[in-house]
């Protein structure tokens, strides 16, 4: 594996620095490691369907901060080359949602990432899987 310059958490501030999106919906990192990050938010009004439920886009969006936490916490620009997502059970608005995005293979040009959103009373309320794919650039 290549030296790194930035820890996962510079790395982390680096991005947070110019995420107007993520600071929109909220989400808050709890820890950030080589290829992981743990963040939680809550569901807003603003975030439910015509049927009060979470909107799929915002479940999706918070998976896709938590994988861009991780798999550029090498220190190495990666971007999104492939994701997934299943919605497994709704949410309301109030609730409080985890999302922990673990790394399960990183290799010179690609990783592999699972992300799973729970709910407080730890139900599955989301799996995302995505494929980065690592530039040559440090971050």
């Known amino acids: 594996m290549e030296a790194q310059n930035k820890t996962p958490q510079q790395v ?3 991005m947070l620095k110019q995420d107007a999106f993520s600071k929109w919906m909220g989400l808050q990192v709890d820890k950030v490691g080589l290829g992981y990050c743990k963040l939680h938010y809550y569901v807003k009004d603003e975030m439910l369907n015509g049927f009060l439920n979470i909107h799929g886009g915002i479940l999706f969006s918070a998976a896709d901060s938590a994988f861009a936490f991780a798999c550029n916490s090498h220190g190495i620009f ?3 080359l492939d994701v997934t997502i299943s919605f497994t059970r709704p949410a309301k608005a109030g609730d ?4 922990e995005a673990t ?11 699972d992300i799973k959103t729970t709910n407080e009373k730890g139900e599955l309320v989301a ?3 995505g494929t980065a794919y690592r530039t040559s650039t440090k971050v």
């Not at 409080?96 to 999302?99: A, I, P, S």
């Not at 790394?103 to 990432?113: D, L, N, P």
């Open 78 to 80: 990666a971007v999104a």
């Open 103 to 113: 790394e399960i293979y990183v290799g010179k040009k690609t990783g592999i990432y």
């Open 127 to 129: 799996v995302f899987k």
């Open 96 to 99: 409080l949602l985890t999302v």
């Open 12 to 14: 982390l501030d680096v």
